[in-house]
């Protein structure tokens, strides 16, 4: 199971009065499933709850995929001592034989091809 930022459209919402909601809603533009949050305070707290809940979703088929702790959009930082880095999460990866989530990155738009596990990463 992989699931790619590019294959998620990130919806958040305008007030009356002109300003954005921190309530935020999530496409999956491959199997058009929605979900929304409104839960917390930030559009970033709420677009990360509603991506987990997608990916749950997805993963229904899938026997014992915890929850990943980053998801598609997260911002992160490596914890490598002489590569310290901050990006994106640009996709995550269910290694069903090693039974864990692998991570994969960008920083500054471009695409990181090392793939990092949870151990590796920080949110930001």
């Not at 002109?18 to 491959?30: M, N, P």
């Not at 269910?94 to 590796?120: C, F, M």
Request: charged share 25%.
């Amino acid at each position: 199971m992989r699931i790619n930022s590019d294959e998620i459209k990130s919806l958040v919402f305008q007030t009356e009065d002109g300003s954005f909601s921190s309530a935020v809603k999530i496409i999956h533009l491959t199997t058009s499933k929605e979900f929304s949050c409104d839960e917390f305070k930030t559009q970033i707290e709420n677009r990360h709850t509603a991506v987990c809940n997608l990916i749950l979703d997805l993963c229904t088929d899938l026997e014992g995929v915890p929850v990943p702790d980053h998801v598609p959009f997260d911002q992160i930082k490596t914890i490598h001592p002489n590569t310290e880095t901050e990006g994106n999460i640009r996709a995550i990866l269910w290694n069903s034989e090693e039974q864990e989530w692998h991570y994969y990155i960008e920083v500054s738009g471009k695409q990181i091809a090392k793939r990092y596990l949870k151990t590796d990463l920080v949110a930001v």
